[in-house]
């Protein structure tokens, strides 16, 4: 069974910092596409960030790109996600997510972890 455990979460002033990490186990890392999503109070969540196997492809959502960096070390089985410049409206829940390489980009994610709370206070 995978596992994913993301870490990093917490409570930070706008225009501060922090970095998640996500690290999994049970599985084969190097056969994963990893993703970022988080979930706003009463709002869907929402993809983030996501990096393919070697790091050939990375997405951002809009609203992220230029603050928002994703990157993965496969010896590790990590990934991280290093959140810059934050805003009050990036305050969710953050969630890892991975899933097999084979799977197209809008394909559904197979695995989730148990999220980590962000906080960004004005």
């Not at 999994?24 to 994963?32: A, D, I, L, Q």
Request: with cysteine; aromatic share 14%; net charge positive.
């Amino acid at each position: 069974q995978v596992q994913l455990v993301e870490s990093g979460g917490g409570l930070v002033q706008a225009g501060g910092s922090l970095r998640l990490s996500c690290t999994t186990s049970g599985g084969t890392f190097s056969t994963y596409t990893m993703g970022w999503f988080r979930q706003a109070p009463g709002k869907e969540r929402e993809s983030v960030a996501a990096i393919s196997w070697n790091g050939d492809y990375i997405y951002y959502t809009e609203s992220v790109k230029g603050r928002f960096t994703i990157s993965r070390d496969n010896a590790k089985n990590t990934v991280n996600l290093q959140m810059n410049s934050l805003k009050p409206e990036d305050t969710a829940v953050y969630y890892c997510a991975a899933k097999y390489v084979w799977k197209t980009r809008n394909a559904p994610y197979d695995f989730w972890g148990q999220g980590t709370q962000v906080t960004v206070s004005h």
